[in-house]
């Protein structure tokens, strides 16, 4: 009997992994790369390619008891809120004051001649930051959806897309002058998001997408962009640099005019887990540099993951779980979102989650280290990072792809800050022999995770 192969038998070998390649759950657990995990939770893109705790978050002001069905901005001045059926304003450090009693739908807005304009499928509002009063001019009595283009104001209602008077915003009759355009396509539906990009309107229903072109009430006309590709939550279609984003029935797409691309396979398993019953929920923000995106799935009623997509390097994260968002809105510099109890928070600030220590997770891909048919001895893993005082670090094994884990005994992080720079050697002296390897590392604490080693011998294959 001779061996298979004998260059690298019974001598120790070495691999390494970074996780700078983001999550990858698009992929059997087999197939990702080595710098990819096939789960996580609790991480943003920060400091790449090292594999970073995201930041945390803090309470804005008291909670308003309902859903929140509105996070927005009037000009630079003011965050505006709708929970339930109340709109409020924040009057400073979260002092959020009532503007008005409102049906409890969810909301629309865009800033518009130095006017909050605000619209829900009932009422059509506008604010002045300490006025509100109805928008004048006889506008499309159930208009959900609502943006700008610096001239005039478009309201959707149904399949149909209206345009207010050259710079009025309260004149919706005006001859030659306003008017609308009607959004048919072949499937039917109702419009689900209008935005204002690079100066034309985009239009989406729930399967399909269009543009309107044009200058002036005289030529604008709608061209159909895809009959294939839509959006499922207005509240998704997010703006970040260059690029937007939102997410469909099929994918997460991004776009710059033209056809839109999609970007979403890396997170296919979690979109392939969405609660459809609940998508009307599912929302976004930005930081400025990132997309955030909140969505329900599985049974859950409320958006409990939010994935982090960085455009800057193509990757995807898994931020946290069970937040509840509705609504996340980026105003002065700083990011906040509102949950579906109607509490705001301020997103990626500080180091805890109001007080609470950050709690995080990671999931190898399988390894067979290059030879799947051979038994490989694991001797020890190396863990190479920055595990500030006070955090937690377990490491857990699996040998059947998942089905079983077993825990890792080994002194954790370090007691003193000036130790917090180090090498974890994790042995692995209670791995069996086995084909394929997994790992789980998870813990608590804002700690930045460099590099892994796995040391390991491959064994003899008889023949």
């Not at 909670?63 to 400073?92: C, E, H, K, P």
């Not at 969810?106 to 059509?124: C, I, Q, S």
């Not at 937007?244 to 005019?257: I, K, P, S, T």
């Amino acid at each position: 009997m001779g061996a298979l192969y004998q260059g690298q038998a019974n001598r120790t070998q070495r691999a390494e992994s970074q996780f700078g390649g983001g999550l990858n759950n698009g992929t059997a657990p087999f197939e990702i790369g080595d710098n990819e995990s096939a789960e996580e939770y609790g991480f943003d893109t920060d400091q790449l390619p090292a594999l970073t705790v995201r930041k945390g978050r803090t309470s804005y002001g008291s909670s308003g008891g309902a859903a929140t069905l509105l996070l927005t901005n009037f000009a630079r001045q003011q965050m505006v809120r709708a929970v339930g059926g109340t709109l409020q304003y924040d009057a400073g450090a979260g002092s959020w004051t009532n503007i008005g009693s409102y049906t409890a739908a969810e909301w629309d807005a865009t800033n518009f001649n130095d006017k909050l304009y605000l619209v829900n499928g009932t009422d059509k509002i506008k604010w002045d930051g300490s006025t509100a009063s109805a928008i004048g001019g006889s506008p499309p009595a159930g208009a959900k959806f609502i943006t700008n283009d610096n001239v005039r104001l478009w309201l959707a209602e149904g399949d149909t897309i209206y345009f207010s008077k050259f710079q009025d915003g309260d004149n919706w009759t005006a001859a030659e002058d306003s008017g609308s355009v009607q959004y048919y396509t072949p499937n039917g539906g109702y419009i689900t998001a209008l935005r204002e990009f690079y100066g034309d309107k985009w239009v989406w229903k729930r399967d399909s997408m269009a543009v309107i072109k044009g200058t002036s009430y005289f030529n604008f006309a709608l061209v159909s962009v895809s009959n294939d590709i839509g959006c499922v939550s207005g509240k998704t279609v997010v703006e970040v640099g260059d690029t937007l984003f939102w997410l469909g029935e099929h994918d997460v797409y991004a776009h710059q005019g033209g056809k839109p691309s999609p970007v979403g396979e890396k997170v296919r398993g979690w979109l392939n887990k969405i609660n459809w019953n609940a998508i009307d929920k599912a929302c976004a923000f930005t930081d400025g540099l990132k997309y955030y995106l909140c969505i329900p799935t599985g049974g859950s009623s409320e958006p409990d993951v939010r994935l982090v997509y960085d455009p800057r390097v193509n990757i995807w994260r898994e931020a946290n779980t069970n937040e509840n968002y509705r609504r996340g809105w980026q105003f002065a510099g700083k990011v906040y979102a509102g949950d579906a109890a109607g509490q705001v928070w301020t997103v990626n600030n500080g180091e805890t989650d109001n007080g609470g220590s950050i709690t995080w997770g990671l999931t190898t891909g399988v390894f067979d280290e290059g030879y799947p048919e051979a038994e490989k001895q694991y001797k020890e893993l190396h863990l190479q990072g920055v595990f500030p005082t006070g955090s937690s670090v377990s490491v857990e094994y699996s040998t059947d792809q998942g089905a079983t884990w077993r825990t890792i005994s080994y002194s954790g992080p370090p007691a003193s800050t000036a130790a917090a720079n180090r090498n974890f050697i994790i042995p692995l002296d209670t791995l069996p022999l086995t084909n394929y390897a997994q790992f789980r590392i998870y813990g608590s604490g804002r700690v930045t995770i460099l590099q892994m080693q796995r040391y390991f011998k491959v064994c003899r294959v008889q023949r």
